[in-house]
DNA sequence: GAATAGTTTAACCATACGGTTAACAACAAT
DNA sequence: ATTGTTGTTAACCGTATGGTTAAACTATTC
């Protein structure tokens, strides 16, 4: 039994990736263990083989679905870069993360209601969130009468509900105001721009 | 058969509403019939009695929670007030909306994006967004020099964005940061106040 | 090439689910 | 009193679902 770890990962590989599939697009009620086998184009029975079960399926999908979702933050929040920079790149980097991965928001969100407790479990020994210096910076800004007043948790919640947002409400900018699949890539794309200049000019003092 | 529409209503409200909790909560594929039975303290069969089906009681329920969410940004939009009353009243009215039915906007928002056709059935004969007077007054500021640059859209998708999307993410605000149901209740009420000075000072040119 | 360990499959199982039915209760109309 | 209508219940039905099993297949080791 030398070398399956090929095979074994490949079969593994298909499920996780099937699964993600499924998952992100049905949520974890609306999704079913044949169509993921489907999906995979496996057998039912391999899909317990390789996980026990759809919790622990589902497990995986999702932390690395939040493991993804997080990072692009924090990363950029923990840089040294200045407040202007962190959410310009922020923003930036955000969205195009989202046009990479568009069911990723809804899914972790949606799951993160239906099951509070799930998040303590993986968030204390893998995502760890440090706006300290993020805040301080705001703050200084603040102090010095450069920026309005605004509570800096306030402020980063506002930047995420803006790259976030679009996405979970897609359908809605669809039947509401008749943007097609071309309209939307338009209107993330003019976003990534207009979001940083009115976010940076709302931040600033007249 | 006189007048049983007095309790006939009254199972009727009672199953409704019964409904309403649970499928806010679970959303439609994790709502079980039993769980909505049990909820009304009434017997599984009178669910099928009085609405005919699991998809026609959601629909009911999904229908009257669209209904409310939306005509609280429509009626203020569309309103003869100037920019700025219309951003204030907007950002306060929709926050306190959604504190009375913090379920909603996650449940709308992800069934719509589960079933994007569901929108089309019920939004021509019941939801008309006629944005067009709104737009018009941000383009005319911007215009006249008086705002940045921003496609009204933008704006629109950014304020309601930043009302909805703090109940949406509450769980992961909980534990990323702390917040407890206390808290939470502090930064929702900070929020109303601080989100209106913020977009119009992020709308003003300096 | 037999033995062994890992992989894959079809058939199966128990349960949960949405939905139905048939009998019954309440009560108004005749 | 009888009939008909509406409301209510427990028991039931067919199916879909997550999960299991035992046998077959594959490949590796000796």
Chains 1, 2 share one sequence.
Do not use: W
Not at 4 to 32: P, Q, W
């Amino acid at each position: 039994m030398i070398n399956n770890s090929v095979l074994e990962t490949e079969a593994e590989n298909k499920i996780k990736e099937a699964a993600r599939k499924i998952f992100h697009r049905r949520g974890f009620d609306g999704a079913r263990m044949q169509e993921i086998a489907d999906e995979a184009q496996i057998n039912k029975a391999m899909l317990h083989y390789y996980f026990r079960s759809k919790d622990k399926l589902f497990e995986a999908v999702f932390k690395e679905a939040a493991m993804k979702l997080f990072p692009v933050v924090i990363l950029i929040i923990e840089s040294d870069l200045d407040v202007d920079e962190k959410i310009k790149k922020l923003i930036h980097n955000y969205i195009d993360f989202i046009i990479d991965n568009p069911y990723v928001p809804g899914f972790v969100l949606h799951e993160l209601t239906q099951n509070p407790e799930r998040m303590k479990h993986f968030v204390a020994s893998n995502v760890l969130m440090r706006p300290q210096k993020f805040f301080s910076q705001i703050q200084e800004g603040i102090d010095s009468g450069k920026y309005i007043p605004i509570a800096p948790l306030q402020l980063m919640v506002t930047i995420v509900a803006s790259c976030i947002f679009p996405f979970v409400a897609k359908p809605m900018l669809h039947t509401l105001f008749g943007l097609d699949q071309d309209d939307f890539g338009e209107f993330i794309e003019q976003r990534k721009e207009q979001m940083t200049q009115f976010i940076l000019n709302g931040l600033y003092k007249k």
